[in-house]
């Protein structure tokens, strides 16, 4: 076997990441184990991705029996857990079609692609302006980045894709001014995850609607980290009133393993016309019979109903370590997407709770320098919670007295 540690990383990887100095090898719900054996518990999920925790026995066990059937066929042929999977996304959700990727920035690109398309086969070129939000985050594919409103991602990429306006998020006066027939599309996340855990208010969201009907625009709904469960309902969306008319999801949807997936309604569907996109990999076999699975257990009463009651929990105890320390202005977000926006003392310090934070054997995540961000697995136990919050009061006391 090759000898690999931590070092190896800066030695043979591209230096885009910087991982934190553990390498976890193996794990089992909410909780992670390294080399040693030493025990973490896991808050971070895989950035929302690991949404039944991690090896879930019945994930593996439909991985394992995929996996002796069929793998791959790309997409000259149509394959069984690929049918199966767009056909439980249609029957729960708003969507007719739906197209699958590999990852969540393929599927934004599909549905930024879908939405210029759709204007320029019905309206005429002219009608190809992307409206997006500051600080939403929609991937790092070219176009993805640049429809995203972090301009850091853009840097030093240029030139870039044109015709996108980032406007202040839930601002309901300043997207009625922006809005004009030469709107094809207007991108939002129903909680910016990296941007910070903000969320959209309802009377915003509904607006988004109003102007797209309007205007003849495509409202395109990124529920990458927020669907599949994550904030207490299937998607997001259906606790606004409000439908999309393209939604992406990816993230959760495979349970860690890659997939992704652009929903739609007919009417803006028929604009992916034959050999206009496409992905080798996408609608893979594996991942299909995975995700297929994850649907089932993720759409269903009791785990969706448990994710708020963990949130309640989750929200108790940071209220009586904040009681204690006083480190947040505020703990927001929905379901089990929670973030705690440090007081202006902490500003820019996420990081350091995070790494205090896995001293203390605990996994967090955070949403940008000012928010700690926590996305288990829907499954996490009370007990994970108790014994990975008490790991966390630890880290706080550190990072505040040091
Ligand atoms: C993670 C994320 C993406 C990008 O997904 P990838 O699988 O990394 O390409 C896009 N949008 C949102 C809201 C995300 O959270």
Redesign the pocket.
Known sequence: MTEVSRETFDDVMVPNYSPLKIIPVRGSGAKLWDKDDNEYVDFAGG???NALGHCHPELTGALKEQADKLWHLSNVFTNVPALELGKKLVDNTFADKVFFS???????EAAFKLARKYASDNFGSDKNEIISFKQ??????LF?VCV?GQPKYTQGFEPLPQGITHLEFNNIEMLEKAVSDKTCAIVL?PV???GGIISADKAFMKKVRELCDKFNAVMVL?????GMGRTGQLFAYMDYGVEPDVL?S??ALGGGF?I?AMLAKDKFAVALNIGSHGSTYGGNALACAVASKAFDIINSETVLAGVNEKRALYETKLQMINEKYDIFDEVRGKGLLIGGALKEKYLGRARDFMVASLEQNLMILIAGPNVIRFAPSLLVTEAEIEQGMAAFEKAVAKVVAA
């Not at 939403?136 to 594919?141: A, K, V």
């Not at 990124?222 to 927020?226: F, L, R, V, W």
């Open positions: 950035i929302a991705v590999n990852s969540g920035g393929e599927a934004n939403s985050f929609h991937g790092r594919t993805t995203g996340e910016q995850g990296e990124d529920e990458i980290q927020t992406t990816a993230k890659p992704g």
